[in-house]
């Protein structure tokens, strides 16, 4: 399917200024080192999006709650996740949601910003009534790290020239 894209959402332009321990500076490190394989750029220049990387990890950097910038997305929770290269929208469904939760007793979804995870079960879809390309998450393997701040310096798919060529 052929797909327009438009601009990202507005990112949020608050500054925090976080100070870590020594050992939440190693645990932090460790957590960007689990991003080691950027699969976002490759898998949207793929001509078969049925055939994506087993597993891959991303790093969820906060919800879209606007539901005017969410319309028309399937139904669930509107994230951007990011392979520290590139980032994307992501719609974790209500089965994800419910599935984490079941499993992690204690942390709600919506508290895990800055949390690294691998996407076990998860398509690529485009629809024209929103004109862009996002993820669907149907089930993820959470490892930990909510709070982080980004890792790497990742940019909107959209922004890249070979993305944009396709």
């Known amino acids: 399917a052929v797909c327009v894209q438009h601009p990202s959402p507005p990112h949020n332009t608050t500054t925090h200024t976080l100070h870590y321990t020594s050992q939440q500076n190693s645990a932090n490190a460790a957590m960007a080192m689990y991003l080691t394989r950027p699969w976002i750029k490759s898998a949207l220049l793929q001509a078969d999006w ?18 005017n ?12 996740v990011s392979d520290k290269q590139h980032h ?56 930990g790290g909510q709070q982080n701040l980004p890792f790497g310096s990742p940019l909107n798919y959209i922004t890249d020239v070979e993305v944009q060529e396709r």
């Open 88 to 143: 994307i929208w992501a719609v974790f469904t209500q089965f994800a949601v419910q599935e984490f939760e079941a499993a992690n007793d204690g942390i709600g979804f919506l508290t895990i910003r800055g949390a690294v995870m691998n996407l076990t079960k998860y398509q690529l879809q485009c629809t024209n009534s929103v004109s862009h390309v996002f993820v669907v998450v149907d089930s993820f393997a959470f490892v």
């Open 69 to 80: 910038t969410t319309k028309g997305l399937p139904f669930g929770q509107v994230a951007v």
């Open 50 to 67: 049925t055939v994506l990387p087993r597993r891959p990890a991303v790093q969820l950097i906060g919800f879209i709650t606007d539901k």
